[in-house]
């Protein structure tokens, strides 16, 4: 199964708001609300920000949104702040398999 | 509190073999669905395989650059999660992570073990 297709990087200034995207196919991202999207910092590891296309973790920040149409993904951050600055991964579980994005690195200006 | 703690990992050979262990605690681990996903050094994530809890079947799915190389099991009497390596690569040199799996999402992460396979 190949990667999910994300942007290398995205960047922002603080207060602003950035859009990442996840692009799969039909038998994965289009097929299964099963998409989530992980947050990695240098030497960490990654912790699950959004799962099932739009649901919050307890603790994560609503600053934090997900959403999908057709085979695309979508991460926003709204109201960028120091901290979110690091990596960012969608994923998409299917029945019988697991795929992740190439990742995206989030610079925060 | 969710833990998961691997261990195991070190430096091989190529063709060798290597098994890595990841102790559960804080959730009732045999209802739990368990992934390995890992990490090449400065690249992305990559799924590795899942086993089901026995209450789904207990069986494991794998993607395709380790199938049938790599075996995921799980001990519940002892809240172990098992992954056994054989006939290594170099391509194989990585953090691997144990994570839970619910509803579609590794949801708790380990911290990791490196994995080095050396030509």
């Known amino acids: 199964q190949s990667a999910l297709t994300q942007p290398a990087s995205v960047s922002g200034s603080p207060g602003q708001s950035i859009t990442i995207s996840c692009t799969g196919t039909s038998s994965d991202v289009g097929a299964y609300n099963y998409v989530s999207w992980y947050q990695q910092h240098p030497g960490k590891a990654p912790k699950l920000m959004i799962y099932e296309v739009s649901n919050r973790p307890s603790g994560v920040p609503d600053r934090f949104s997900g959403s999908k149409s057709g085979n695309t993904a979508s991460l926003t951050i709204s109201g960028l702040q120091a901290e979110d600055e690091a990596d960012y991964y969608c994923?998409?579980?299917?029945?019988?398999?697991?795929?992740f994005g190439g990742g995206t690195k989030l610079t925060v200006l | 509190e969710v833990q998961l703690v691997e261990s195991g990992g070190g430096l091989v050979k190529s063709g060798g073999s290597l098994r890595l262990s990841c102790a559960a605690s804080g959730f009732t681990f045999s209802n739990a669905w368990m992934n390995w996903v890992r990490q090449a050094p400065g690249k992305g994530l990559e799924w590795v395989g899942r086993?089901?809890?026995?209450?789904?079947?207990?069986?494991?799915d794998y993607a395709a650059p380790v199938k049938g190389r790599f075996t995921i099991s799980r001990d519940d009497s002892k809240n172990t999660l098992c992954l056994q390596m054989n006939s290594l690569k170099t391509e194989d040199t990585a953090v691997y992570y144990c994570?839970?799996?619910?509803?579609?999402?590794?949801?708790?992460w380990g911290q990791g073990t490196l994995v080095t396979v050396s030509s």
């Open positions: 994923s998409s579980y299917t029945t019988s398999s697991g795929v």
């Open positions: 086993i089901r809890s026995k209450t789904d079947g207990g069986t494991a």
């Open positions: 994570t839970t799996e619910w509803v579609g999402a590794a949801d708790y």
